[in-house]
């Protein structure tokens, strides 16, 4: 059976993992990026501890999903949570180091593919992978092909405007759906309906101190019945929906895969994705497209790394 290396490379950890061609995790482990030194050899040399822990003679390859944006040499440019991770071959250091195929790639990107090879995209040919986090970061496999773009950076679908008189965002631009979705979006948008006098749970649960809301918590609250809870989600999740009708307008999918933390809200957003996309997208594009929740897990990262390696 084939094996390969996954890295999946964070701001705080490097997880890590053997992975065989199926998307099975073998061995595993984590390791702190030591992102704090500031110094770029320092987390080569975390990384490369971290190869060797799960290393067998026999692997494929190595795959890395890196913070930021990367070309098809494997050369890592813009990563703001990396320190000096700047006009960076990683592919070539690890090459030199370890002998073996290296494939290095942006992050969302990655996961798209680990998706669309052993998650929730089996079986298509194609799709649309959204992580919804602290951003909301992308990557697309048109035809069974991730999309790269002119300079192997296509799918930053955060950054579209949706408004272009709209707020400002932190890529410095105004109107992206990014800030009508992310999470500071949706914990302002509920602070401030609280602040205005509206009742809520949310507010016992952190002890009346507004700076301790996050997604999670609201995501309880509306599990206990709250209504401004289900009223944050169905306003977040109509603008995500108004959003992916285009977005279905212009590829259309099969399936628009939904990752990340606060895509754990649950069924309420997917509902209220499905039923948005149904009213606003094409017909016929509406009809086919599938709106499901990733099918990686939590060591998706890893398994998408590894992938990269599987690619034909
Ligand atoms: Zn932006």
Redesign the pocket.
């Known amino acids: 059976m084939n094996k390969a290396i996954g890295i999946d490379l964070g701001g705080t950890y490097i997880k890590y993992g053997l992975v065989d061609n199926k998307g099975s995790i073998i061995k595993k482990g984590m390791l702190p990026t030591n992102a704090e030194s500031r110094k770029r050899d320092i987390v080569i040399e975390q990384m490369s501890i971290a190869i060797k822990d799960v290393w067998e003679d026999n692997i494929d390859g190595i795959g890395i999903g890196t913070p930021g944006i990367v070309d098809n040499n494997g050369v890592v440019y813009e990563s703001p949570n990396l320190p000096d991770w700047h006009n960076l071959n990683l592919k070539e250091i690890f090459e030199k180091k370890f002998n073996k195929k290296v494939v290095v790639e942006n992050d969302a990107n990655s996961i798209a593919w680990g998706e669309f090879l052993f998650g929730a995209g089996r079986g298509t040919s194609t799709i649309v992978c959204l992580t919804l986090g602290t951003g909301l970061g992308g990557g697309v496999v048109i035809n069974g092909r991730l999309l790269r773009g002119a300079c192997y950076s296509a799918a930053e679908i955060?950054?579209m405007?949706v408004n272009y008189k709209g707020r400002k965002?932190?890529?410095?631009?105004t109107g992206?759906i990014?800030?009508y979705v992310g999470r500071d979006y949706i914990v302002k948008s509920i602070v401030r309906k609280i602040k205005k006098g509206r009742k809520t749970i949310v507010s016992e649960m952190v002890d009346n101190n507004l700076l301790k809301i996050t997604p999670k918590i609201i995501s309880e609250a509306y599990q206990k019945g709250d209504k401004l809870a289900e009223e944050t989600w169905i306003e977040m999740a109509t603008a995500l929906g108004a959003f992916l009708a285009g977005i279905v307008n212009l590829l259309n999918p099969d399936r628009i895969i939904l990752a990340g933390g606060i895509a754990q809200a649950g069924e309420i957003l997917f509902e209220t994705i499905r039923k948005t996309i149904k009213q606003r997208a094409m017909d016929v594009l509406a009809k086919s497209v599938e709106i499901v929740p990733a099918g990686l897990g939590v060591n998706a990262g890893i398994i998408s790394g590894a992938s990269l390696v599987f690619q034909k």
């Open positions: 955060g950054h405007p965002c932190g890529c410095g631009s992206c990014e800030a």
